[in-house]
Structures are given as C-alpha cells and as structure tokens.
DNA sequence: CTTCTGACA
DNA sequence: TGTCAGTA
C-alpha cells in the first residue's frame, strides 16, 4: 500500500512550490474571478502575492481551494456555512493531539495504568513502608 | 499571453 | 457570478 490514498481528494496537486492563478483555475475547474472573490469570503484563503501582485498559491492553499469548492458545489453550504465548517475543522486539528491521560494521586495502591509487574513492585513496596511505620 | 484591479450588470 | 477595460 505505497499509494495509500489521502482523503477524497480527487485531484492530483503538482510537485511545485507556488501555483499562479491559472493553475489553480485548471486543478479546480473554477474561473479566476471566483477565486479572488472567495479570496475575500474566505480569510484563510490567502495566497501569498508576488512582487508584481501576482497571486503565488501554495499546495495547502490550492486544497483549501479544493475542500471550499466541495463544500460549496457539492454539500451546498452557503459562504457563511462553508466559513463555519472551516472553523470547526481548524479547532478540532488543534484539540486533536491531546491524549491526556487521567491524572492518578501519588501514592495510591492500585493505578489501573499500570501493568501487572509494575502494580505488583507498587503494592510490595507499599506495604513496606507500612510495616516500616509498625516497627 | 497571463494576471491584476476596479467597476458594473 | 460574469464581463469588460486598461495594465503590468
């Protein structure tokens, strides 16, 4: 599985730093007109310009291109759903990488973390101390 | 030849 | 969203 494909993304990005608008007009499939307006809908989507104004779109700028189109033509939101949709997605990447593990107290007999071996070094150790306060 | 901005339908 | 003008 070397081609494992990456989510419904139908259209194949080119291996090139920077995009002009042309190109991301064939990729999408949409007019150069649309994409400066969405330009202007979509904060997000702001290719970074030229020395001569000249938009320079980057690959993440060409799949966020992509992924307002889906939404737009394919799930029908309108600008403002599709804006909010962007937003939820964005907040969950960044609440994404949080496997906080529960946090146990200091001391306790049994923490269901951990393994047998371990929990059993715990309890001898425990009860150690124990018979120590009963000297 | 392509892209850009602004204006107007 | 579509189109036209005048540029860079």
């Keep these: ?3 494992a494909a990456a ?4 259209v194949q990005i080119p291996d090139r730093l920077y995009f002009r608008i042309g190109d991301v007009c ?3 499939g949409l007019k150069a007109h649309v994409l400066r307006y ?7 989507l702001s290719p970074k310009k030229s020395g001569t104004n000249q938009r320079l779109y980057k690959r993440k ?5 992509l992924e ?6 394919d799930e029908k939101f309108t600008l ?3 804006r909010e949709h962007l937003q939820k997605r964005k907040s969950l990447i960044r609440s994404a990488p949080k496997p906080a593990p529960a946090p146990v107290a200091q001391g306790l007999l049994f923490d269901p973390r951990a393994d047998w071996l371990a929990q059993a070094g715990a309890v001898r150790s425990e009860l150690k101390s124990i018979l ?3 000297e």
């Design 132 to 134: 120590r306060l009963l």
């Design 38 to 44: 969405w330009e202007a809908e979509f904060p997000p």
């Design 26 to 28: 064939r990729l999408s």
């Design 1 to 3: 599985m070397a081609t």
């Design 7 to 10: 989510p419904p993304q139908s």
């Design 68 to 73: 307002i189109k889906h939404l737009l033509y």
């Design 61 to 65: 700028d060409v799949e966020l291109v």
């Design 80 to 82: 403002e759903g599709a």
